[in-house]
Every structure is written in C-alpha cells, then in structure tokens.
C-alpha cells in the first residue's frame, strides 16, 4: 500500500478535482460525496485516508469488507457503501456490514434486504445496466421504473447507480452519465420519490461525471493507487 501520507496527499488533490469540477458546473463539492472504493486495499490504507479526512468507503466483496469492518470498528462515524453485486444468500452479513447497499438490482434481493432489515427500511441505490452488458449486474433502464414500484414498500430507495461500460474516451462515458441523470428526472416525476442521489463516475472519469450531475463519485485508484493483486 501506499504510505499514509501519501494517501493524505492524493485524497486532497482528488478533492481539488472534485471542487473544480463542481465549480465548472455551478455546484457546490458539498453536493458530491467521496465514495473510497478501497477493495482489496489493506484496513491501514483505509485508515489513512480516513485520518485524513474521508468518511464514506465503497467495498465490492462482503466478507473482505465485514472483516476489514471488524478491523476499524473504531472508525465509527464511517458509512460504508456496498458498490459490489449482492447475493441473496449473503444478504443477512451485508446488512450487518454496510450502511447503503448500492447495487439492488432485483426484487427478489429487495425481498431479502428486508427480511433481515425490516425497519428503519435500509438505504439502497438501483444499479442500472446501461451498456446492456449481458456480463454485468444491474437492471436494465426500461426496468427500473417496475423495481421502483416493487421495492419502494420495503427499502429506502435513495437514486440510482452505473457502472458505464468501459471506454476510451471521456466523451463516451459522458452519454451513460447524462443518460443516467434523464432516467432519474423521469423516474423521480413519475414515482414522486426523490431520487436524489446519482452514484457514477470513477478515477478515470469522476469530473465528467460532477459535470452531468454525480451526487456520489467512487474512487479508487486515484487516491490509493494501484490495487494489490
Ligand atoms: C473498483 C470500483 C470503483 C473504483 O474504481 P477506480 O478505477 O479504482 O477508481 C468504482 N466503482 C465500483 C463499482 C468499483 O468496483
């Protein structure tokens, strides 16, 4: 891992990003959240950044992250954000592990999140699938509108999340993140949930991202560089 203070360094020119990028976009950084992705980032590195300010960690794997969790239980003003596909059969140690489960992407899993957290009811992003790639998780934009309806009684459905597929321009990734922010404008008028929170954009576009409308960016590689293998 990277050193502490390196950490530190990096998580304040990222910062710096993000307020540019807000500012170029006549918006406040305070309506962007920083979202660490620190999968299979050591607990130490996670420290580190939190020493150094960060309070919001997206994990990928639930047990990598109920026992990293374990490890900085004394970090207790953190939210820790599931940005990693959720099984329904691992539902009831997410619920113990995560704060905001990012990636609800079924009924079904809708039905089991509420099982184990009936009330309050547990804070969900809709991961939608916008590249229509068969090999990621997500639903796709046409059905998001019927999860809404399904899930709304039994979880707290805050926005919506992607994970653009990967591409080489930043042009690119800008239509999946404008295509996101339409969705939610239609779907917040059409369900009257708010929907405010829009979870797109990662190191190697998080600006573009700010600039369409990201409430939460998730970033990685930028602040703790490369990922052990
Ligand atoms: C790993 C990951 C990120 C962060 O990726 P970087 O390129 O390291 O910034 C963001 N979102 C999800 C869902 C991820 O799995």
Do not use: C
């Not at 710096?16 to 992705?37: C, K, N």
């Not at 207790?76 to 997410?94: E, F, M, R, V, Y």
């Not at 309806?149 to 919506?160: D, H, N, P, S, T």
């Amino acid at each position: 891992m990277l050193a502490p203070n390196e950490i530190a360094q990096r998580l304040r020119e990222v910062r710096d990003r993000i307020a540019q990028a807000a500012s170029r976009s006549a918006r406040s950084p305070d309506e962007v959240r920083l979202i660490l992705a620190s999968k299979t980032q050591p607990a130490q590195a996670i420290r580190a950044a939190y020493r150094a300010g960060a309070r919001d960690f997206g994990e990928n794997y639930i047990q990598e992250a109920a026992s990293k969790r374990a490890e900085l239980v004394d970090l207790s003003d953190a939210t820790w954000h599931l940005i990693g596909h959720l099984q329904s059969n691992k539902t009831k140690l997410a619920m113990r592990t995560f704060d905001i489960i990012q990636t609800l992407d079924s009924v079904r899993l809708a039905d089991a999140i509420a099982r184990v957290h009936p009330s309050p009811p547990m804070r969900v992003l809709i991961e939608v699938n916008l590249g229509g790639e068969e090999s990621k998780s997500g639903v796709a934009a046409r059905e998001v509108e019927s999860l809404i309806e399904a899930a709304r009684a039994k979880v707290e459905i805050l926005g919506l999340m992607t994970i653009p597929p990967p591409s080489q321009n930043a042009l690119a990734a800008r239509k999946y993140f404008a295509e996101l922010r339409a969705l939610r404008d239609r779907l917040a008028a059409r369900s009257g949930l708010a929907l405010s929170e829009l979870s797109m954009g990662m190191t190697e576009e998080f600006e573009v991202a700010i600039e369409e409308g990201a409430t939460m960016v998730r970033v990685g590689r930028a602040v703790f560089g490369e990922r052990p293998k």
